[in-house]
């Protein structure tokens, strides 16, 4: 500041001063301004990255679970070898339903409640006020004895049975009715939207587009919720299938995991009725005859009128394609969308494998369960989950005029702002989990639809404390936690990386320019990312701008369990822990953990060919008797896989690892 | 003389002919650069964003431009008749330009001090949250109220209701780079 500024302060100031000094405030205010919104843009695009990053390697998991459809199919092959050792294990994989027809009697009434339970009791015929009882019970953390689940359950399925493929719906101006996305098991923000929105009831009409359950961690407190409400108001709660709605995603994604960790006890049989509930739930929801509710998408084969008449309960699974049956024409092989093709020999079956749409059918449904919207015109195979397809606008106007729609609603995508409009207004993406990948990754939303008008979006976000912390403290947790997860993704293929590398750095300087580190990168990962932005996280860079490309190697690295074991098959074994955690589950059928080590070793080889890693059945055996600490000839699998975890040497807070559901 | 005069004349192209080599591999280095910050928010990956994210592209890329700068960017990049949405097209030359010109620098850290102490012309070391509420939502360029609480809701010191703006500086520069 001037002594001349100094000296006119107190004084009667003349205008011209004033203006000097006003203009300077002016000059000054601006600066900030200035600074303060490119820093704040800053912030909003590190945080878009990370969702990015979080985005990309979810849809790659995704391919990778549907490739185990691959891999079962490929199973049948050396089914006479399976079925000598475990007949149990064919059953179970194209599981027929006529055990527990006539169990429900029989086991739900042996099931005491004690008078010591504390939790909440349900009265059967249920009325609303047990829809009150739960969401009361469950703000208070408490757990449903697993007697009224199951009682539940049965109630659902013998109603489900009796609605068709697609419920239609009316809306009236005085009754309009709210469509919520995917929850994936976050209880408080169902609580959030009951909240806002009050609770189901006759006068208030909902729709649940699917995938109520995974990763979150109240699953079935969701799903209680929703059924008991349904059984009030069958006419007033709708509910369509999302493709978590599936028992074998539930073994990769978490629910399997809380259904037996909250039930010891009854916890197999609960999954085993679940598997069969899913099967009913309605594909979709058709409102005023103009407006279509499905959970993922469409593609440009999409016969509404086949789909209105299939036998849904049939769709068992994404990962359980229909097999051709004897006597059918192997020519059409079939075919799945990632490219691979089965060809599945002769096969006997006991006539439970009739029990199965046909080819065509099961890929109708696959299409409307995982299908995304984009902008590129036509229908083409999405990639990156590996089912379903991605579909242009030009396939949304061709589908929408056939059957005489005026909009699609759909879920299935994580929206930043819960929810987004595309195809020129055609198709609404709806999504209900906020903070689905991290805290304050994005909000959610849900709809609500009246008669002619258009419709209304409401968002909203939980936060944990009343105070939400400063925008760049969220984005700092999300961003490192996007980054950790694609480090450990890095680190499950750096052998591949370092080659490719390698194959780039003629010189063996042990640098690259940012191009070629980008595009090593992006090939061997399979990731569409931002890479140039992200490489500060990752990499250090020289004073030339050159990446030094061993230095993302230098502060992570698996944890071995055995020391003598060889480096590949640690991150060969690391890279496929999701999916040889299924394999391994679905093995082991009384779901005690521990697996025979023949068990064990015939799974890694049949899993070996398959994949065609080229581990020596030797060193799985050694690892196997390592693993087998009290040589009692029986492996705790949960153990084997816990070893596998990534220990970041920097992170104080190191965890194991946080994919393992 | 006229020797090394048509030497230095050779020598002059050679070094033009390697100054510009050296600027397409920068100027490729820059396309992809504009191309992943525009990917991010292009949802639809159809090559078009909503012209609200523009601002946000432009100032993750590293520059500043002040509102009315960006107004005149967005009119550069937008069709004959503006749809609400850019497309890639038109943006990335544009960009290219502002990135090779290294227009809109951001503010350094001591002129950023210098328009607090501006400010705060009693030299107390802290603007009162009423007084930051003033001239950031009355002068220049006004933030919105959105804009207004993000601010405050990281620069204010809850106990005594005002910003320290040199510690919120230096916490801030650290968080930016």
Redesign the interface.
């Given at each position: 500041?001037s002594t001349h500024?100094l000296e006119d302060?107190g004084c009667g100031t003349s205008s011209s001063t004033k203006d000097r000094k006003s203009e300077?405030?002016?000059?000054?205010?601006?600066?900030?301004?200035?600074?303060?919104?490119?820093?704040?843009?800053?912030l909003?695009?590190?945080q878009?990255?990370a969702l990015?990053i979080f985005q990309s390697i979810e849809y790659a998991d995704e391919q990778g679970q549907l490739q185990l459809s691959n891999f079962f199919s490929f199973m049948l092959e050396n089914y006479t070898h399976i079925h000598e050792k475990d007949p149990e294990l064919v059953a179970r994989l194209f599981g027929s339903t006529l055990q527990d027809c006539k169990d429900r009697q029989e086991y739900v009434s042996c099931i005491d409640v004690p008078d010591s339970y504390n939790g909440p009791r349900l009265q059967f015929p249920l009325t609303f006020t047990d829809i009150d009882i739960l969401v009361e019970a469950f703000k208070q953390q408490q757990i449903l004895h697993a007697r009224y689940v199951l009682e539940v359950l049965f109630e659902t399925k013998k109603v489900l049975k009796h609605m068709p493929n697609f419920t239609h719906v009316k809306t009236s101006p005085s009754k309009e009715i709210t469509i919520c996305g995917d929850l994936h098991g976050k209880l408080d923000d169902l609580f959030l939207i009951f909240y806002k929105n009050g609770l189901p009831s006759g006068g208030n009409s909902y729709i649940f587009n699917g995938d109520f359950v995974d990763r979150g961690k109240h699953s079935i407190e969701i799903l209680m919720i929703l059924f008991v409400s349904f059984l009030v108001y069958p006419n007033d709660l709708h509910l369509n299938r999302g493709n978590h709605e599936d028992f074998m995603m539930n073994l990769r994604y978490g629910f399997t995991k809380e259904i037996l960790h909250k039930y010891k006890m009854h916890g197999k049989k609960i999954l085993q009725i679940l598997e069969d509930v899913y099967t009913w739930l309605p594909i979709g929801t058709i409102i005023d005859n103009e407006i279509l509710v499905i959970h993922g998408g469409i593609s440009e084969s999409t016969d509404l009128n086949l789909l209105h008449h299939i036998e849904r309960n049939k769709m068992k699974s994404v990962l359980m394609p229909p097999i051709p049956l004897d006597g059918e024409d192997h020519d059409t092989d079939l075919k799945t969308k990632v490219g691979a093709t089965i060809i599945p020999r002769e096969v006997k079956t006991n006539g439970s494998l009739s029990e199965q749409l046909t080819k065509h059918e099961w890929e109708q449904v696959i299409d409307i369960l995982w299908s995304d919207?984009?902008?590129?015109r036509g229908c083409y195979p999405n990639t990156s989950r590996g089912g379903g397809c991605y579909f242009g606008p030009d396939i949304t106007s061709k589908v929408l005029n056939k059957y005489q729609l005026k909009m699609l609603i759909r879920s299935h995508e994580c929206k930043p702002e819960g929810y987004?409009i595309?195809h020129d207004g055609k198709v609404v993406t709806v999504f209900s989990a906020s903070n689905y990948y991290e805290e304050g990754s994005n909000r959610g939303a849900y709809i609500k639809l009246c008669c002619d008008m258009t419709p209304r979006f409401f968002q909203y976000q939980v936060t944990r404390t009343t105070c939400?912390r400063?925008?760049?403290?969220r984005v700092?947790a999300i961003e490192s936690s996007a980054i950790r997860i694609l480090k450990e993704r890095m680190i499950s293929r750096k052998t591949d990386l370092i080659r490719a590398f390698q194959l780039q750095d003629r010189s063996k300087s042990g640098k690259l320019s940012?191009?070629q580190w980008?595009f090593s990168m992006e090939n061997i990962l399979g990731l569409?990312l931002?890479?140039?932005?992200l490489s500060s996280h990752l990499v250090t860079t020289d004073k030339n701008g050159n990446i030094n490309y061993m230095s993302s190697f230098q502060d992570i690295h698996i944890q071995k369990p055995v020391k003598e074991a060889q480096s590949t098959l640690i991150e060969t074994l690391y890279r496929y822990r999701s999916d040889l955690q299924i394999i391994f589950n679905v093995i082991d059928s009384d779901h005690s953990g521990l697996i025979s080590m023949e068990e064990f070793r015939a799974m890694w080889k049949l899993f070996n060919s398959h994949y065609s890693i080229h581990i020596d059945d030797f060193q799985v055996d050694e690892l196997a008797e390592r693993m087998d600490l009290n040589k009692d000839g029986s492996i705790d699998f949960n153990e084997f896989l816990k070893a596998f975890y990534v220990v970041h040497k920097l992170d104080k807070l190191s965890k194991s690892d946080g994919n393992l559901p | 003389m006229r020797v090394r005069c048509s030497l230095l004349r050779v020598w002059g192209q050679v070094v033009v002919l390697e100054g510009l080599l050296e600027e397409e591999i920068i100027v490729a280095e820059y396309h992809k650069k504009i191309k992943d910050a525009f990917e991010v928010f292009d949802h639809e990956a159809n090559n078009t964003v909503d012209v609200r994210e523009i601002g946000t592209i432009i100032r993750s890329l590293g520059c500043c431009p002040s509102e009315g700068e960006l107004h005149d960017l967005i009119a550069e990049v937008e069709e004959e008749e503006p749809t609400g949405y850019i497309r890639f097209e038109k943006f990335l030359p544009v960009m290219t330009e502002v990135l090779l010109e290294r227009r809109y620098r951001p503010i350094p850290e001591d002129t950023l001090l210098r328009a607090f102490e501006v400010l705060d012309p009693s030299k107390r070391g802290f603007l009162t949250k009423e007084e930051l509420i003033k001239y950031m939502t009355e002068e220049g360029e006004p933030f919105s109220q959105e804009e207004m609480e993000e601010m405050l809701s990281a620069a204010i010191d809850p106990e005594s209701n005002s910003i320290h703006y040199k510690d919120y500086i230096a916490m801030m520069v650290v968080d930016d780079s």
């Open positions: 500041m500024d302060m300077k405030a002016l000059k000054a205010a601006l600066v900030i301004q200035n600074w303060y919104r490119g820093y704040s843009a800053r909003k695009a590190r878009r990255y990015t919207p984009r902008g590129k987004e595309c939400s400063p925008l760049y403290q700092n940012m191009g980008a569409n931002p890479w140039r932005s | -």
